[in-house]
């Protein structure tokens, strides 16, 4: 995808502020997630798209060891850290997520001399749209790339991942950094989180267009009740596991298998295997919808999985519920939920082209009407993965 030159104007420029030497540019995606809502920590099946806005970084080697970190969407928050220096806890602010993907990519692929890092996005942060995971995956792309490495998608995953694990502190399956690194342009993907095969099915942005709507409620996924929904799906498989042995996560657990013990099961730990069974049904479903050109039908299931967030895995908000709500009733949208971990952020819609005026009247009405808040809805297009930049 072309990069905004506006963004790559902005990450030059701040670049320019911190360094005279010449820098190499790499941008990488945000991402929704369409179906396959929390599942890929239970080894489940996910369907994400990755968005046509996300984060440029410009990189520069530099000697003495320092890394100098500045980011025009937190021009406050300078870090300059010594290499040596980083571990996991070190700090919870935005740089974690660069210094983590660093960190992990240092003990892989060797030392930095030292870096100058520019980091400016254009994607809206803590929203569900994965700001953290763009943030890591441009830095393990960068960090590929400046020590000469052949970059390996899967390598990259794992590099991602552990830095949000391991360095930030949250216990987040590999959906954002896969969806982010597998991207291409008009497709979705759809991963198996267990086996880690996957397949690109097409979602053409001629034929659809993505609108995301935020709903301004603020979340903070570290310190917000994921961590506890992971607690309770792991809770919840140990208890299954006592009495079928077999089975290693939770999308191995079948409507039968759930039906015969769910009465061992404390009902909060009951709407949470609930989901998980539907939600592995619905991606199935969906990509069924999609490999036969089906976007009403998958459309749909994108809206169940709405309500199944709200009403079963229970992360959904008043606000995003009115969302939902005011984008699945304007005619020309296939579906709307919730996307990212819940508690607040943005609602994805899957919406006709010709139709995206008309919803971007209404649903930001509708929301005003329903909650006093106003809103606005944003456009994307199904964007390719993480790149280098012509300078």
Request: neutral net charge; aromatic residues 6%.
């Amino acid at each position: 995808m072309a990069v905004p030159r506006s963004l790559i104007g902005q990450t030059m420029q701040l670049f320019s502020s911190l360094s005279g030497e010449r820098p190499r540019l790499f941008f990488a995606p945000g991402r929704a997630n369409l179906l396959g809502a929390h599942v890929d920590y239970n080894g489940g099946l996910v369907m994400p798209v990755a968005l046509s806005k996300g984060t440029c970084a410009a990189f520069a080697a530099r000697a003495g060891g320092l890394l100098r970190l500045r980011s025009s969407n937190f021009p406050d928050q300078p870090v300059d850290v010594p290499l040596a220096e980083l571990r996991p806890g070190r700090t919870q602010g935005w740089s974690a997520y660069v210094e983590g993907a660093l960190w992990c990519s240092q003990r892989a692929w060797g030392p930095f001399p030292g870096l100058d890092v520019a980091v400016c996005a254009d994607l809206p942060m803590a929203k569900g749209l994965s700001s953290s995971a763009s943030i890591e995956a441009v830095a393990v792309y960068a960090a590929a790339h400046l020590l000469g490495r052949a970059p390996d998608p899967d390598e990259m995953i794992r590099h991602a991942h552990e830095a949000e694990n391991v360095y930030v502190g949250v216990r987040c399956g590999i959906l954002d950094q896969a969806a982010i690194i597998l991207a291409r342009e008009n497709s979705l993907l759809y991963l198996d989180c267990l086996e880690l095969t996957r397949e690109h099915l097409p979602l053409d942005g001629a034929r659809v267009r993505i609108g995301i709507i935020d709903s301004g409620v603020q979340r903070n996924l570290a310190t917000s009740a994921f961590n506890q929904r992971v607690a309770e799906c792991t809770r919840a498989l140990a208890i299954i596991q006592e009495q079928v042995p077999g089975i290693t996560c939770l999308r191995d657990v079948h409507r039968s298998t759930y039906e015969a013990l769910q009465d061992l099961l404390p009902p909060v730990l009951q709407r949470r295997v609930q989901h998980v069974i539907g939600e592995t049904e619905r991606t199935q479903a969906g990509a069924a919808a999609l490999r036969r050109g089906d976007l009403a039908a998958f459309g749909q299931l994108v809206s169940r999985t709405h309500l199944s967030l709200k009403e079963l895995y229970e992360v959904s908000t008043p606000e995003l519920d009115a969302l939902a709500l005011a984008a699945q009733a304007v005619p020309g949208c296939y579906g709307a939920r919730l996307t990212g971990a819940g508690f607040g952020g943005c609602v994805v819609a899957l919406v006709q082209p010709g139709a995206c005026d008309d919803f971007g009247r209404r649903v930001p009405a509708a929301y005003k009407e329903a909650t006093g808040r106003e809103t606005e809805v944003m456009w994307f297009t199904p964007a390719g993965g993480p790149s280098e930049v012509a300078i």
